[in-house]
């Protein structure tokens, strides 16, 4: 933080105004910074000792700031270090599929404090309430919190809440969730604020923060598993569209597949005939390979790659051409539904995640990549997900830490 002051910059407002300014600012360089010394953080965001030891009086009691220990071995007398208060508060994130729901919690700082995971095979309606209540308390209850005094939940689904009828869309695949108004029948049950995301677009939020497009204000992300779907961030901005339906590419009429003209919008159709998961299945099995999952099936068709360099034997090398025949196929595909998008958005850059992107590595990239350039005028670089563990519960603990540190700190401390 460089500059005059932050106590000392022209503005209007009243002492309490300040100090809930440089209190903020505070707040934020022990986020960033770690533990820090008193005239540390007086130097920091420009304070007097004086102004410094009231601010930290003043965040210790409210529980936001802690002592950290004392720094000794060095000239002066020995300095006492704070920190933010990780107990200060606590948020929740999850991931639901009709699997299962997989949740994270957080304390204040973004330190995981406890996971969970509730198998949820084969319900197909029951009490949403009661299945969130019951994942969060199997998250919280070895920790030893109380579910009900998380400050903030939010969930990521394969669908998007229409913002006119606070209805669940896009999301037939996970029965339980189609209640009216679902956001408030959780908080309401719950008893703690609920946020619901896109799962996709949660992932893009994780690589805007912390991986592939960190850094850029335009970009698409390509989620490529069971099912297809993108994001859009356009000038740092996500785009959700009218009904919250911006990026389900899996209903995208592509030239070579059936339409819903043609089958129903019901039965598979558009791009995700053409390149989901059964499809993905399916080119594999033709060429020789096989995997319980789209992801492990490309995953094997790499290794047979892997294993067919010049010096193997004959039968390695022809498995090799195949798995390398199968997965140009897939990234044909692939980039032929991106070639859509591309074309409308223009993106700085293309970020592929998803187990199929994921299993398929640098070798799957760069076919994807060399195919969209040559359907598309722009041609963005494509990227592999750089973010580690599970993207959807990534971007949700960071808008879930955004949304209470805003509540708590002040605005001042808003993620990138």
Request: charged share 20%; aromatic share 2%.
């Amino acid at each position: 933080m460089e500059g005059r002051p932050v106590s000392e910059r022209p503005m209007g407002g009243t002492p309490s105004l300040l100090r809930a300014i440089n209190d903020g600012a505070a707040l934020r360089v022990l986020l960033e910074r770690g533990p820090l010394t008193r005239p540390e953080l007086g130097a920091l965001i420009g304070l007097s000792k004086p102004t410094a030891s009231q601010l930290l009086a003043r965040l210790q009691e409210a529980g936001l700031v802690v002592l950290d220990g004392i720094r000794g071995g060095m000239p002066g007398r020995t300095a006492e270090l704070y920190r933010i208060n990780p107990g200060a508060a606590h948020v929740a994130a999850l991931d639901v599929t009709p699997a299962r729901i997989e949740v994270a919690v957080a304390d204040i700082t973004g330190s995981a404090v406890a996971t969970h995971r509730l198998p949820t095979p084969g319900r197909t309606g029951g009490d949403v309430v009661e299945r969130v209540r019951s994942a969060l308390t199997g998250a919280c209850s070895p920790a030893g919190l109380d579910p009900r005094t998380l400050n903030r939940v939010v969930i990521g689904i394969g669908g998007a809440i229409d913002p006119s009828t606070g209805r669940l869309g896009y999301a037939a695949h996970i029965p339980g969730w189609h209640v009216p108004d679902v956001v408030a029948a959780l908080r309401d049950g719950i008893g703690v604020p609920v946020d619901i995301e896109n799962d996709v677009n949660l992932a893009a939020q994780a690589e805007r923060s912390r991986g592939a497009a960190r850094g850029h204000r335009d970009f698409v992300l390509l989620w490529a598993e069971e099912g297809l779907g993108a994001a859009l961030v356009l000038d740092g901005r996500l785009h959700r569209g009218a009904t919250g339906g911006a990026g389900e590419v899996g209903y995208m009429p592509v030239i070579g597949a059936p339409t819903a003209r043609d089958v129903g919008k019901r039965s598979r159709h558009g791009f995700q005939a053409l390149s989901g998961g059964i499809a993905v299945l399916n080119i594999l099995r033709a060429h020789g390979l096989r995997g319980p999952s789209p992801a492990q099936a490309v995953r094997n068709a790499v290794a047979a790659i892997e294993r067919g360099r010049p010096e193997a034997a004959r039968a390695d090398a022809t498995r090799a051409e195949a798995a390398r025949a199968a997965l140009a196929e897939v990234a044909a595909r692939l980039a032929l539904g991106l070639a859509a998008v591309t074309a409308v958005v223009d993106p700085e850059v293309v970020v592929l995640s998803g187990g199929v992107p994921t299993a398929g590595g640098e070798i799957l990239r760069e076919l994807v990549e060399r195919e969209l350039h040559a359907l598309t005028i722009p041609r963005p670089p494509v990227r592999l997900s750089a973010v580690e563990g599970n993207p959807v519960i990534t971007g949700a603990l960071d808008l879930a830490l955004g949304a209470t540190r805003d509540e708590l700190f002040g605005p001042l401390i808003s993620p990138s």
